[in-house]
Structure formats: structure tokens, C-alpha cells
């Protein structure tokens, strides 16, 4: 079975996903004109790329339509802890930050802490006879966290528009939704809780652990994201070419050894810790690498022991 690989199909997650793989000299071209849903990705031919939305992806990694994914954490997360547990995420991507909040007006003066809001909540139903509303496209990841809050005197509206505009509509008296800077929240004349936030999402690289993993997707994905790791790797670190060092000065300096010649050696070195290793080591050539193949496979021995760890569907 070709692996299948699902990746947004619009907007800035779409760029930045499209520079990801193509950093990793992973290109990926775009079937049938700028309207096309599929794509090609140089080298792996052995994966099918379909363009769809975010958040198809992760309903359709919930479901098993899709080996792979990436989209954001938080939409991983609100398909709920049931369908969630049938995605493992295999590495975080660097990119699409975004926080899910709760946010409440900011003429709510004495109001900064959930159990403010609680307080709150707990007034409102008392003078109203009715609960108060929070807006969110978050229905899952707001009830979990108001249940840890031991909030309850609430209801969720849903929300199909622009959550931050709920309440100077009228349509909610407070909301959970993403922020990133904050200053659309700040223009909607809302304000963060302290310890409001409910999750510190950014885009995810996710696996489908119920899906079919034949030999054929199980082989793609293991030459697909031994190369992302390599290339993850390269940017993370330095190789060192140095003279012959003992085991205990090259663990002093914190490197790793790559090959060894004679007289000469090349050791791999975290890119924070090059100024440390280079007092250790005295004198070293440092270079930059485009990959760097080590041996290890721990994204792809993460997706097989997540795929083993996952029930059988009924």
C-alpha cells in the first residue's frame, strides 16, 4: 500500500509545511495546477500526498485515512481522548505556534484566574437563571480543562465564526480559542487568564497508529522520516574534525563520535554546546552539514512502537 500523507492544503501552514519538506531536499509538487489535491514529493515515490484542511487531517489520522499527517496540535487534541489515542505525534515541527486560551472581557477587572471565572460563573447562573456562555471552535480540550478547573455552572456555545467577536455580539460572555500574539484578543476587548492556558499547540508531524501499515507504507515511511530526522539532525548540530581523543575527553566535551581514522576523527556536536566542546577538545575543523545519518531511526521507532502499543479497532 503506498503511504499516504496528508499535509494543509491552504494558507501559511501550507508554506511553511511546503519549506519544511523542501529544506529536507523533499520538494513537493502540486498535482493539476494551484486547484489540484494531490501532490508528489521528490525521491519517495512510494508516497501519495493529498492537499486537505487542518483539520481533516487530523480527523482523518483519528480514523486511519491517513498514514501521516501534519497540522496543529490543538486540532490533534480536540478530536477527543478516544480518537486522539489513535495518533501518535512523531516530531514537533518548529512552526504554526499558537496557544488555546481562555479569554474573558477585559472590563472584567477583578477577573484574572479560573477561579475568578468560577466565581463568576457560579454568580451569573444565580442572577441570570441561566449559565454562562463561553464560545469555542474547542468543544473537548475546554470541557477536559474546565473539569480540572472544577468549573461547571457554564454551557459551550459553538462557534462557526470569529470566536474573539462572541462577546460584543452578544453570543457569549467569554471564549476559549487560539491566540498567538494576543492583539487580536486585545482589538476584541479580551483579555488572557493567568492561568488560562489550555494548551501551547504548533504544528506536529503525527502518525495514524490504527491505520493499514503493510510493508509497503511501513518501508516508505521508514526512508521518509529517516530523512527528516537526518536532516532535523544537521541543523541541530556541528561536525568536528579533530585529532585522536581518549572516550573520556570526548564525553567531557559532550560529542559523539561519527568515524574514525587514522590520526583524525569527526565527531558530532550539539550546536549549543560547540564552544564548550572546542575548550575540551583544544583545536577542531568545524563544519556544517546538510544531513547527518547516524544510525539512529527514532522517528521511525517511535511510529512502529506507537502502531504495536495501539488496541486493534472493534
Excluded at 53 to 65: F, K, M, Q, T, W
Excluded at 127 to 138: G, V
Excluded at 209 to 231: E, H, I, P, S, V
Aim: hydrophobic share 45%; glycine share 10%.
Amino acid at each position: 500500500m503506498t503511504l499516504t500523507l496528508a499535509i494543509p492544503s491552504k494558507g501559511r501552514l501550507q508554506e511553511q509545511v511546503h519549506s519544511y519538506f523542501a529544506d529536507a531536499g523533499l520538494p513537493l509538487r502540486q498535482a493539476a495546477g494551484a486547484r489540484g489535491y494531490r501532490a508528489t514529493m521528490e525521491g519517495q515515490p512510494d508516497v501519495d500526498v493529498r492537499l486537505v484542511s487542518a483539520g481533516e487531517i487530523a480527523a482523518g489520522l483519528a480514523s486511519g485515512d491517513y498514514h501521516l499527517g501534519v497540522t496543529g496540535e490543538d486540532l490533534i487534541r480536540e478530536t477527543g481522548p478516544e480518537a486522539s489515542s489513535q495518533i501518535a505525534l512523531l516530531h514537533p515541527l518548529g512552526f504554526g505556534f499558537a496557544n488555546v486560551v481562555v479569554a474573558v472581557p477585559r472590563a472584567w477587572i477583578d477577573v484574572s484566574s479560573m477561579a475568578d471565572l468560577d466565581d463568576v460563573c457560579a454568580a451569573f447562573a444565580q442572577r441570570h437563571r441561566r449559565r454562562l456562555r463561553i464560545a469555542t471552535k474547542y468543544v473537548h480540550l475546554t470541557r477536559r480543562f474546565f473539569a480540572e478547573a472544577g468549573i461547571s455552572d457554564y454551557r459551550i456555545v459553538e462557534s462557526a465564526g470569529a470566536t474573539e467577536g462572541a462577546p460584543a455580539a452578544g453570543a457569549a460572555e467569554a471564549i476559549v480559542d487560539i491566540a498567538t500574539t494576543g492583539a487580536t484578543l486585545a482589538a476584541n476587548g479580551l483579555k488572557t487568564l493567568s492561568d488560562g492556558a489550555i494548551l501551547e499547540s504548533q504544528a506536529q508531524l503525527a502518525a495514524a497508529t490504527g491505520a493499514n501499515w503493510d510493508a509497503q507504507a511501513l518501508g516508505a515511511a521508514r526512508a521518509l522520516l529517516k530523512r527528516l530526522w537526518a536532516r532535523e539532525l544537521a541543523k541541530a548540530s556541528h561536525v568536528l574534525r579533530t585529532g585522536l581523543h581518549s572516550d573520556e575527553t570526548l564525553a567531557r566535551a559532550g560529542v559523539s563520535v561519527l568515524t574514525r581514522g587514522e590520526g583524525e576523527m569527526s565527531l558530532l556536536c550539539p550546536r549549543a554546546k560547540l564552544m564548550e566542546a572546542l575548550a575540551v577538545l583544544g583545536s577542531a575543523t568545524v563544519a556544517e552539514v546538510e544531513y547527518v545519518f547516524d544510525g539512529g531511526e527514532p522517528l521511525y521507532d517511535k511510529l512502529v512502537q506507537a502502531i504495536a502499543e495501539t488496541p486493534a479497532r472493534p
